[in-house]
């Protein structure tokens, strides 16, 4: 069931990301500048996480890697772009998100998937479960 539910997620993504790159249209609706955030290597989810992260494929613009945080383990402040989270291993984390500027004690059920705009956060898993999730970064083009 668990692979079936994976195989979905990464179909799900994989005709997201083909609309979106057949959508000229949005992307290149405005020349002089871009709804989305500046790309900062130095603070994607890789660079920031590696500790705690595991690439398993990095092409096409979509970064896919396993994350995973032991009870007690917190990890620094990263940008994600456009984003789809998949929690093979669930659990309770403290989610400090820099848009709101406030932290948030957010239960992650096994199961649960979501995709999210770009967004910078940090946080700890505050639980007594080892949490597992399935993150796959969509890195769009950006104009200047």
């Given at each position: 069931m668990?692979?079936?539910m994976v195989?979905s997620?990464?179909?799900?993504?994989?005709?997201?990301?083909?609309k979106?790159n057949n959508?000229?249209?949005?992307?290149h609706?405005n020349?002089?500048?871009?709804?989305?955030?500046?790309?900062?290597?130095a603070?994607?989810p890789?660079?920031?996480?590696?500790?705690?992260?595991k690439?398993l494929?990095d092409t096409?613009?979509v970064?896919m890697?396993e994350?995973?945080?032991?009870?007690?383990?917190?990890?620094?402040?990263h940008?994600?772009p456009?984003?789809a989270v998949y929690v093979?291993?669930?659990g309770?984390?403290?989610l400090f998100m820099?848009?709101?500027?406030?932290?948030?004690?957010?239960?992650f059920?096994?199961?649960?998937?979501?995709?999210?705009?770009?967004?910078?956060?940090?946080g700890r898993n505050?639980g007594?479960t080892?949490i597992?999730?399935?993150?796959?970064d969509?890195?769009r083009?950006?104009?200047?």
């Amino acid at each position: 069931m668990k692979k079936l539910m994976v195989i979905s997620f990464l179909t799900v993504l994989l005709f997201a990301c083909q609309k979106a790159n057949n959508d000229a249209t949005v992307i290149h609706a405005n020349e002089e500048s871009s709804s989305l955030p500046t790309y900062d290597p130095a603070m994607e989810p890789l660079t920031v996480g590696a500790k705690y992260s595991k690439k398993l494929s990095d092409t096409l613009g979509v970064k896919m890697y396993e994350f995973t945080v032991k009870p007690g383990d917190s990890w620094a402040l990263h940008d994600h772009p456009d984003h789809a989270v998949y929690v093979l291993e669930g659990g309770t984390m403290a989610l400090f998100m820099s848009i709101t500027g406030k932290v948030d004690t957010v239960a992650f059920p096994t199961g649960f998937a979501m995709i999210s705009g770009p967004l910078s956060d940090s946080g700890r898993n505050v639980g007594n479960t080892t949490i597992k999730l399935l993150v796959a970064d969509i890195y769009r083009p950006r104009i200047k």
